[in-house]
């Protein structure tokens, strides 16, 4: 299938029965469509530059491609070949000044890499970055990039009027050392905020991570801000005393999530980048704990949000985070969380953990990972298998219907749907659609797992 008019995806394909070759197909409104290889350190002596004949680079790309709306460069999850990079050999452009290139006036340009791979970046990547977001800064509206070879300098030093949604995902970067809510205080119309960040394991002096640090003298540079995602938050935070009344979404995580740690290091096959990146770079993602969340979320000063998400190891303070979830967020209608299991424990408690959010009335979609014991390991698969039926683990599947029974029969009748995590040939979530129906004049309230799978 061809991408719709005014869009362009560069994407690995993982299949091994293509070949490493530079597809070509033609796209009336676009005036090519690119599928390129990726940049191979099983194979050095071959030099695979982004596009091939008869695009010579991404910004040739971008001059021949006038109408282009969205780019998107992107590895699908499961894959047999390294990575695909952007301009991972540097280019020459026909340009002899940057002023004198005419690029698409581009929306949206995604760039997505996996958080573990091998090389990091590129300086032609980096460079080429540079190049884009200081032609495209005045007409894009969503911009998501790795961060290691992120300009964020340069990022920081334009204007961007229309910008709207900003991902940011990597090792958090150490210079500029501006705080976030000056470095980026150039979007005014900014509506989501993506901050997946981690530390390097024994970095010599840590970054706190902190937006807004204590005591700085600022006014919130994005008042329509929608979304916020922020890995690792901090309790001395004052961002979050500072975040508009209209916030709709906000997700405080570890960043990798731990679900796909666990997968990555289980996973029966991973590309050589992976190992090799987990060799040279160990990040530090201690999972949060209910206390500091709870301090985090006192803190918050918008009764009206509508979803949330949290990750974290329990502790002692857990029924404070819950006691601390509903009472300043009454109205969620979506409700994700990632409860891990204190090391040597086992159980898992359904039923005081359902009770806890009964105050939640407006309760539509609750997704769970409840890190239930003897959860199955994911199992062998990657590109080769990933369109074959998947295996079943029944027993396990019966574990999770049970806690979906458990928690549609306590929560309030708002609900509609319960996703439960788990693991196949990649995350998944099982679903059940929550059924009540009167018997003998009494309502009865149950689970139906659907036949397919969401993807995490």
Known sequence: MLPTPGHIAFEETGDIRDPPFLAVATCPDLGACCFCPAYSQAN??????????????????LSALPRLTALHLRVRYIDVHDRLYICPEPFESDCD????????????????LPHYRQPWSFT??????????RKLHTSLESLMLPVEPAPIQTISSLHWPRLRKLTLRGERWSDPATPIVALFSSMPSLQSLALELSEPKN???????VIWPKGLSATLPWPYLDTLRISHPD??????????????????????????EIFDKKRPYQPPSWYQGRKDRWWDCPLLIPGNLAQVLRKCDFSLLHSLELEYRVDAHESELLRALT???????????????????????????????????????LKLHLNFDRMPDPKPGHMMTRNLPRSKS????????????????????????????KYEYEPLWLVF?????????????????QKDCCHY
Not at 203 to 209: D, Q, R
Not at 242 to 253: F, H, V
């Open 44 to 61: 050095p002596s071959i030099v695979d530059p982004l596009v091939c004949d008869p695009l010579n680079t991404i910004d040739a790309t």
């Open 124 to 133: 032609s990547e980096t460079a080429t970055l540079d190049l884009l977001v």
């Open 203 to 209: 970095a010599p002096v840590p970054s706190p991570g």
């Open 394 to 421: 029944p027993a396990f599947d019966d574990t999770l219907a049970s806690a979906a029974e458990e928690l549609s029969r306590t929560l309030a009748p708002s609900l509609e749907e319960i996703w439960m995590f």
């Open 235 to 260: 309790p001395a935070d004052d961002i979050y005393a500072n975040l508009p009344q209209s916030l709709n979404a906000l997700s405080l995580r570890s960043w990798p999530h731990e679900c796909i």
């Open 97 to 112: 000044d940057l002023d004198d290139c005419t690029v698409a006036p581009l929306v949206t340009f995604h760039y997505t």
């Open 327 to 365: 009472a300043k967020f009454p109205h969620l209608t979506t409700l994700e969380i990632h409860r891990f299991r204190r090391h040597g424990e086992y159980h898992v408690p359904v039923t005081e953990f359902a009770e806890a959010l009964v105050p939640l009335t407006s309760l539509r979609l």
């Open 433 to 449: 659609v929550v059924t009540r129906a009167y018997l003998d004049g009494e309502l009865q309230t149950g689970v139906v797992a």
